[in-house]
């Protein structure tokens, strides 16, 4: 499975737009660019995916290099409530399955 | 949409007892996975189901594991006997389809202690 790879953490002020860098310098060309966030004594949740083309959702936006080696997950107002653990996880376009990393651990202050 | 459900919530029991976590996905949902969580090891899949056929178990840490999904609407997982080791926050997860366009919903974690 292709590897990404997340700072460990990033802080941020409230209000403020949060990129979150993810390299992933193997990835195949079905493989698809997910990122999942997990706040403080949740289960993951799902945050947005991609495969070529930018995606913008109610939660962020997914910015796709044009070689795909890497992404950029941009919260556009961070709030108190986006302070979790958020992962880029690549998913294979057949029987995938997310292996989760460390992910990068987003601290939002006031 | 009630989500992706799992019980017990909370889970205290003794070395060498068994331990039944359940699981039940999301209706429509083809897909089936079950995580377990530490701190020293993060998240680790386990074993995941597509149309309730196990497709890939070789997460599962031992024999004392094992994972059944008789129908679309219900798994479990099982620790038999169950070792202090064991102790985590389990997750099960499920998705609309096996394809990488799908993404995931997880439950609220069961987490087991074993004392």
């Known amino acids: 499975d292709a590897k990404t790879t997340q700072p460990n953490s990033m802080e941020s002020n409230e209000e403020e737009p949060v990129h979150l860098p993810c390299n992933h310098s193997t990835i195949s060309g079905t493989d698809y660019i997910h990122w999942y966030r997990q706040l403080p004594s949740q289960g993951p949740e799902y945050v947005i995916h991609g495969l070529t083309s930018n995606v913008n959702n109610r939660m962020a936006s997914l910015a796709i290099a044009e070689d795909r080696k890497s992404s950029t997950l941009i919260l556009h107002r961070a709030t108190l409530r986006d302070a979790a653990v958020y992962y880029c996880i690549l998913r294979t376009d057949s029987w995938g399955k997310l292996q989760f990393g460390a992910g990068t651990q987003v601290v939002v202050t006031p | 949409d009630a989500g992706v459900i799992q019980s017990p919530r909370h889970e205290v029991t003794e070395m060498g007892q068994e331990v039944t976590l359940r699981c039940k996905p999301i209706s429509g949902h083809n897909s089936l996975f079950w995580y377990r969580q530490t701190m020293m090891r993060g998240l680790e899949l386990l074993i995941y189901f597509n149309n309730n056929v196990p497709i890939d178990d070789s997460g599962m840490p031992e024999d004392r594991f094992s994972a059944k999904m008789p129908n679309a609407s219900f798994s479990t997982l099982k620790i038999q006997p169950s070792e202090p080791r064991d102790s985590a926050v389990y997750f099960c997860?499920?998705?609309?389809?096996?394809?990488?366009?799908?993404?995931?919903?997880f439950g609220s974690g069961t987490r087991l202690t074993v004392v």
């Open positions: 997860a499920s998705s609309l389809g096996s394809e990488g366009n799908y993404g995931y919903t």
